[in-house]
């Protein structure tokens, strides 16, 4: 027998754990340690290491984060989101670059395509929030749009300074006289001769947006039927300040995410107005507070709604990144939005019946736009037809200036930065039978383009976004884990500590010290030694003999 083996079966042997007979009165038998008196700090212990440790399996069955996330990110009174999305605490800017025209007279008199000179940007920041809010009971809050655009100075150059651009008014109307009979228009002609209207006028640009003087408009606005009745004033942005009278109705995200944030009707209607057919008078887009979060949805396609484009804005998953940490899926806009009725039928709503279907890159919005010949592009024709850069001078496209994106956190569907980029153009047809522009060629005219867009979150919003994100993603499973771990290492240090008090107490150590003096009238009859402590304090050798073996098989036995 080895030394350790005889020197772990003395230990036994004198601690009084060896298994011994049930009258026995030689040690103490193991089951007598469980009846030991119960130890209520411990007892609390364990009860609380089993909690955390059936909370941390619990916790990690269930996704309770997730639960938490989408409670505070629904369209609620008093949620997270709602504060959010009421009034927005981001900058919003748009901007605007406007095409001056250097050679107004060479285009007209000798036939030179348009020179245009970009001048901007002309910066304004949008002030926005929700108001006269009603929330449903079927998911939907319904709400109205109060706009108020203030001109930036410092980051925009001087807009008072006087720009040549189309005369919109003048073209729209000379457009529109070649559906009509040669009596009309020669009438038209001599009214507008009396009036010395060009075709070309000068404004500043914020006359060309905010609102200048113009006799037809003005005409216009007193006899037009009101359903296309123009404003008072000619401007381009005219109609974004102050309450807008279209009210939105949206999903809320309290009967899933699928629908979070899209457009449930416009107006107490479920499809657009402008276009008759489906997919173009489709209104299930976003308006670009929320949308739903492609970890939900596993949908590459968002949709996005603007008044201002007239139809909904399709965008296209590209890529995965982060910022500031966050994460981000990039959108850029689908391959086929502009494209030309040939290549994309479902494109053919946009020009119904015999009106002129526009090559790749241009878009009808004239149905919003008082029936003005009005299309929009991507800026500087960006990804268009050839044949329209071939027409003017001037223009550069370049993706990385004139694209639009959109980076929105997976999980939330909050945006974390985003830019709207479109071209508003002019398509004339020329007008013979009108002097005053007879000699304007029929074409498609650049007029302005613009930006609008957020480059950063405001500090507090991000913040929230980190913490319901990337810190959760982390912070999560420690907590899980950690609180399966923490009960785990509660309830084995309470047992441990149980095991050790009951063993060790005074009581069993008395005890094994009286069978260690007993055990010590075996010195010498065997060569095994131990070192045994006597009543004196002091150490002897401790020779083991063959009774020690014989008393284990007995005991055995």
Same mark, same amino acid.
């Given at each position: 027998?080895?030394?350790?083996?005889?020197?772990?079966?003395?230990?036994?042997?004198?601690?009084?754990?060896? @298994?011994?007979?049930? /009258?026995?009165?030689?040690?103490?038998?193991?089951?007598?340690?469980?009846?030991?008196?119960?130890?209520?700090?411990?007892?609390?212990?364990?009860?609380?290491?089993?909690?955390?440790?059936?909370?941390?399996?619990?916790?990690?069955?269930?996704?309770?984060?997730?639960?938490?996330?989408?409670?505070?990110?629904?369209?609620?009174?008093?949620?997270?989101?709602?504060?959010?999305?009421?009034?927005?605490?981001?900058?919003?800017?748009?901007?605007?670059?406007?095409?001056?025209?250097?050679?107004?007279?060479?285009?007209?008199? $000798?036939?030179? =395509?348009?020179?245009?000179?970009?001048?901007?940007?002309?910066? #304004?920041?949008?002030?926005?929030?929700?108001?006269?809010?009603?929330?449903?009971?079927?998911?939907?809050?319904?709400?109205?749009?109060?706009?108020?655009?203030?001109?930036?100075?410092?980051?925009?150059?001087?807009?008072?300074?006087?720009?040549?651009?189309?005369?919109? +008014?003048?073209?729209?109307?000379?457009?529109?006289?070649?559906?009509?009979?040669?009596?009309?228009?020669?009438?038209?002609?001599?009214?507008?001769?009396?009036?010395?209207?060009?075709?070309?006028?000068?404004?500043?640009? %914020?006359?060309?947006?905010?609102?200048?003087?113009?006799?037809?408009?003005?005409?216009?606005?007193?006899?037009?039927?009101? =359903?296309?009745?123009?404003?008072?004033?000619?401007?381009?942005?005219?109609?974004? /300040?102050?309450?807008?009278?279209?009210?939105?109705?949206?999903?809320?995200?309290?009967?899933?995410?699928?629908?979070?944030?899209?457009?449930?009707?416009?107006?107490?209607?479920?499809?657009?107005?402008?276009?008759?057919?489906?997919?173009?008078?489709?209104?299930?887009?976003?308006?670009?507070?929320?949308?739903?979060?492609?970890?939900?949805?596993?949908?590459?396609?968002? #949709?996005?709604?603007?008044?201002?484009?007239?139809?909904? $804005?399709?965008?296209?998953?590209?890529?995965?990144?982060?910022?500031?940490?966050?994460?981000?899926?990039?959108?850029?806009?689908? %391959?086929?939005?502009?494209?030309?009725?040939?290549?994309?039928? %479902?494109?053919?709503?946009?020009?119904?019946?015999?009106? #002129?279907?526009?090559?790749?890159?241009?878009? /009808?919005?004239?149905?919003?736009?008082?029936?003005?010949?009005?299309?929009?592009?991507?800026?500087?024709?960006?990804?268009?037809?050839?044949?329209?850069?071939?027409?003017?001078?001037?223009?550069?496209?370049?993706?990385?200036?004139?694209?639009?994106?959109?980076?929105?956190? +997976?999980?939330?569907?909050?945006?974390?930065?985003?830019?709207?980029?479109?071209?508003?153009?002019?398509?004339?047809?020329?007008? +013979?039978?009108?002097?005053?522009?007879?000699?304007? @060629?029929?074409?498609?005219?650049?007029?302005?383009?613009?930006?609008?867009?957020? %480059?950063?979150?405001?500090?507090?919003?991000?913040?929230?976004? #980190?913490?319901?994100?990337?810190?959760?993603?982390?912070?999560?499973?420690?907590?899980?884990?950690?609180?399966?771990?923490?009960?785990?290492?509660?309830?084995?240090?309470?047992?441990?500590?149980?095991?050790?008090?009951?063993?060790?107490?005074?009581?069993?150590?008395?005890?094994?010290?009286? /069978?260690?003096?007993?055990?010590?009238?075996?010195?010498?009859?065997?060569?095994?030694?131990?070192?045994?402590?006597?009543?004196?304090?002091?150490?002897?050798?401790?020779?083991?003999?063959?009774?020690?073996?014989?008393?284990?098989?007995?005991?055995?036995?």
């Amino acid at each position: 027998m080895g030394l350790y083996k005889q020197y772990f079966r003395i230990t036994q042997h004198a601690l009084g754990l060896r @298994r011994t007979a049930p /009258n026995s009165k030689d040690g103490i038998a193991l089951q007598m340690l469980i009846s030991q008196p119960v130890n209520h700090g411990h007892l609390s212990v364990i009860i609380i290491g089993i909690f955390t440790l059936a909370m941390g399996i619990i916790l990690s069955s269930i996704p309770w984060l997730d639960y938490i996330i989408l409670k505070n990110i629904r369209l609620r009174e008093g949620s997270l989101s709602f504060h959010y999305w009421q009034k927005p605490g981001v900058i919003r800017l748009t901007k605007v670059y406007i095409f001056n025209v250097t050679n107004p007279d060479g285009f007209l008199r $000798f036939g030179e =395509r348009p020179k245009l000179q970009e001048v901007g940007p002309f910066v #304004y920041k949008e002030d926005m929030e929700k108001v006269n809010i009603k929330f449903h009971d079927n998911g939907t809050v319904s709400y109205q749009h109060k706009k108020i655009l203030k001109f930036v100075p410092e980051l925009s150059v001087d807009k008072n300074h006087k720009l040549t651009v189309p005369n919109i +008014p003048l073209l729209t109307l000379s457009t529109q006289s070649n559906n009509l009979g040669w009596f009309v228009q020669r009438a038209i002609s001599v009214m507008l001769s009396m009036g010395s209207l060009r075709p070309f006028v000068n404004v500043t640009a %914020d006359e060309l947006v905010f609102g200048y003087d113009d006799n037809l408009v003005a005409l216009a606005h007193q006899f037009y039927p009101k =359903r296309k009745k123009p404003q008072p004033k000619m401007g381009l942005f005219i109609t974004r /300040n102050g309450t807008l009278p279209e009210v939105h109705t949206i999903y809320t995200g309290e009967k899933g995410m699928q629908e979070f944030g899209l457009i449930a009707s416009l107006n107490g209607k479920n499809t657009l107005p402008y276009w008759k057919d489906p997919p173009c008078n489709a209104i299930n887009a976003s308006e670009g507070s929320f949308f739903p979060p492609r970890y939900y949805t596993k949908k590459d396609v968002i #949709y996005l709604y603007d008044k201002d484009i007239c139809r909904t $804005f399709p965008m296209q998953f590209r890529e995965s990144g982060q910022k500031h940490d966050i994460a981000y899926d990039l959108y850029t806009p689908t %391959d086929n939005m502009f494209e030309s009725v040939k290549n994309n039928p %479902d494109n053919k709503c946009y020009c119904p019946g015999n009106e #002129y279907c526009p090559p790749k890159g241009l878009q /009808n919005i004239s149905p919003c736009q008082y029936d003005a010949p009005v299309y929009i592009s991507f800026p500087h024709f960006l990804d268009g037809d050839p044949s329209l850069l071939d027409g003017v001078e001037g223009l550069e496209p370049r993706k990385e200036f004139h694209g639009s994106y959109f980076k929105i956190q +997976p999980k939330l569907g909050v945006p974390l930065e985003g830019k709207i980029r479109v071209q508003l153009n002019l398509r004339v047809q020329q007008a +013979p039978n009108i002097l005053p522009v007879k000699d304007f @060629r029929t074409m498609v005219f650049p007029i302005m383009w613009l930006e609008e867009g957020v %480059d950063e979150l405001n500090p507090t919003i991000r913040r929230w976004i #980190y913490l319901a994100t990337t810190f959760a993603e982390i912070g999560g499973p420690l907590m899980t884990y950690g609180c399966i771990f923490f009960g785990t290492c509660l309830v084995a240090g309470v047992l441990v500590n149980a095991y050790k008090s009951a063993v060790f107490t005074k009581k069993n150590i008395e005890i094994g010290m009286q /069978n260690l003096r007993r055990k010590s009238s075996l010195l010498g009859s065997v060569p095994n030694r131990f070192i045994s402590r006597n009543d004196s304090t002091t150490y002897t050798l401790l020779d083991v003999s063959d009774e020690a073996d014989a008393d284990e098989e007995e005991s055995s036995q």
